[in-house]
Each structure stands twice: as C-alpha cells, then as structure tokens.
C-alpha cells in the first residue's frame, strides 16, 4: 500500500509506535521517537500538501534557516564536489525542516493517537 496524504502516514506511525498509558487511557508518540526516515517522509507528505508551508520552511520564514541552512548550503557550494560537505548540506536541510514543521507534526500525530483511543473504546463497546 502505498501512503498518499499525512493522515495516512500519521496513522501508520501512531499504530507502530505509540505507547497506551493507562493513566490517561490516551496514546502518546513524541515525534523525537519516531525514526527520521519517518518523519522526513511525514515532513514531504505534509509540505506536497501545503505548498505555502513547503515554500516557509525552506526559506528565510524558518528560523534555522540564517543558522544552520545557509551556512550549510554556502559550504556546500563553496566546495561542491566534497562529499562531506554535501552530507552536511543534506543533514542541515532535513533538520531544518523537521525542526520548523515538528509542532504540526506533534499535533498531527497527537490527533491520530485520540482518535486511536478512540476507536479502541468503540471496538470494546461493539
């Protein structure tokens, strides 16, 4: 199955690793647990979604991208065929931007986890 939207993948993340606490009877998923390749691939589908996002979290709009985007791509560019230096091109990037969207992906993935819950107590009751 191929995921299409940030719901679905949000869903899937949610399912594989959140955790059930019986305190609150919620599930709980920080997104600093969820593996990268995961979230940069939440963070792709949720940018082709919203384009006016995808254009603020890789320009000056995001605020890592003056401290820790552009100095990455300007070293990058300074010296373009040194591998290390393009794989820190890549890292900074994909930090950037996962940093700048973590709040929307939090509150993505903290909907999936209620409604998780949610059908659960619906399952129980049927």
């Given amino acids: 199955m191929k995921i299409k939207t940030s719901h679905e993948l ?9 955790k059930y606490d019986n305190l609150s009877k919620q599930y709980l ?6 593996p990268e390749f995961d979230l940069h691939e939440l963070a792709s589908l949720i940018m082709n979604e919203d384009i006016d996002l995808a254009r603020e979290a890789t320009s000056f709009d995001n605020p890592h991208y ?3 985007m552009l100095p990455a791509l300007i070293n990058h560019m300074s010296k373009s065929t040194d591998t290390t230096l393009r794989n820190d091109f890549d890292d900074a990037w994909l930090e950037g931007i996962i940093l700048y969207l973590e709040r929307i992906m939090q509150n993505l993935i903290d ?3 209620r ?3 949610f059908r659960q107590k619906e399952w129980r009751v049927a």
Avoid: G, K, P, Q
């Avoid at 949000?10 to 959140?18: E, G, K, P, R």
């Avoid at 998923?29 to 969820?34: G, K, T």
């Fill in 10 to 18: 949000a869903d899937l993340l949610v399912f594989h690793y959140s």
């Fill in 29 to 34: 998923l920080n997104v600093r647990n969820i």
């Fill in 66 to 68: 003056e401290t820790l």
């Fill in 111 to 113: 909907d999936h986890c």
């Fill in 115 to 117: 409604e998780r819950a």
